[in-house]
């Protein structure tokens, strides 16, 4: 009986977490993303997007679970290659069939040089079908391109989002940033997702530093950490480092 009412009242949020990939983010999230969250990581070109996304992917494989990652930009040759750049090996997942890797086509011209895309249809399938547990999409920005609105692009994020919880999966979308690196490049893919990871560049006017800034911007239904930390790519992919205002005190900027 007592059993019973403790399974009833088993509070989601304090055991369903799942790992970044990323050990210190994770604590920064006070334990990882929810199970069933779509979390936006938005930055400029070469903040590490792509290989945050891989990271991700390669240790739920490492755990038995079923991943999906989708790559607007790259075709699976060259995901595989980059991956192996840091000494992860998705060959063995994808042939087993663990690992569901694809290259989306998005843009298609046809005979009359009208230009369409079934992408936007074809991406909420291709989730669906995946029964994946745990999904990257690398980018959402190429599926907000062919949005023709904010209002559409809203509601076809939002129906991603509800796939994937109906999937029972966790997702990670890499997304570019605006020039000032603050919101992604339309603003609308944060809204209507559970989580925002920013990923940006800094450098102080006297261009003494330079540095890859992480900060949690958004996590819906977690107590997390707002630290802006350091970042750096290593041979082992994303590593964070200490939080900002220690680095420009060490270096004399701030006291
Ligand atoms: N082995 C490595 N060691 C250190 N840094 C690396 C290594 N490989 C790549 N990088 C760094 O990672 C950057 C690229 O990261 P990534 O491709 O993930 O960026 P991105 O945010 O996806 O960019 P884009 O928006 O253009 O796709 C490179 O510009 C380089 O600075
Ligand atoms: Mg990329």
């Known amino acids: 009986m007592a059993a019973e009412a403790a399974k009833k009242t088993k509070p989601v949020a304090a055991v369903d977490r799942v ?3 990323v050990q210190a983010l994770d604590e920064m999230l006070g334990g990882g993303l929810l199970l069933g969250h779509v ?4 930055g400029p070109t070469g903040a590490g997007k792509t290989i945050f996304a891989l990271q991700f992917i390669y240790h739920h494989l490492r755990r038995g679970k079923r991943c999906l990652y989708i790559s607007a930009s790259d075709d699976v040759e060259s995901v595989i290659m980059n991956a192996m750049q840091f ?20 843009v298609e011209i046809d005979v009359g040089s009208k230009i369409t895309s079934d992408y936007l249809d074809m991406l909420p399938k291709i989730i669906t079908e995946s029964g994946a547990q745990v999904i990257a999409l690398d980018s959402i ?29 966790t997702a990670i979308f890499s997304a570019e940033s605006d020039p000032d690196q ?20 800094y450098q102080p006017e006297d261009f003494s530093l330079f540095l890859y800034i992480v900060q949690i911007k958004k996590m819906r239904w977690i107590k997390h ?31």
């Not at 979390?39 to 938005?42: M, T």
């Not at 603050?182 to 560049?201: F, P, T, W």
């Not at 590593?239 to 060490?250: G, K, N, R």
């Open 19 to 21: 790992s970044t990939g």
């Open 39 to 42: 979390i936006v990581v938005s």
């Open 87 to 106: 000494g992860w090996d998705f060959r063995p997942y994808q042939e087993s069939g663990q690992l569901d890797l694809r290259h989306v086509e998005i």
């Open 141 to 169: 920005t190429e599926y907000d391109d062919l949005c023709k609105s904010d209002i559409e692009r809203r509601g076809r994020m939002l129906h991603l989002r509800r796939i994937i919880k109906d999937l029972g999966a």
């Open 182 to 201: 603050m919101r992604s490049k339309y603003g609308v893919a944060e809204y209507a997702s559970d989580g925002l990871i920013l990923l940006r560049h």
């Open 225 to 255: 950490s707002r630290d802006m930390r350091a970042y750096s790519i290593t041979d082992h992919g994303i590593e964070i480092q200490s939080p900002l205002y220690t680095i420009l005190a060490s270096a004399g900027k701030i006291r």
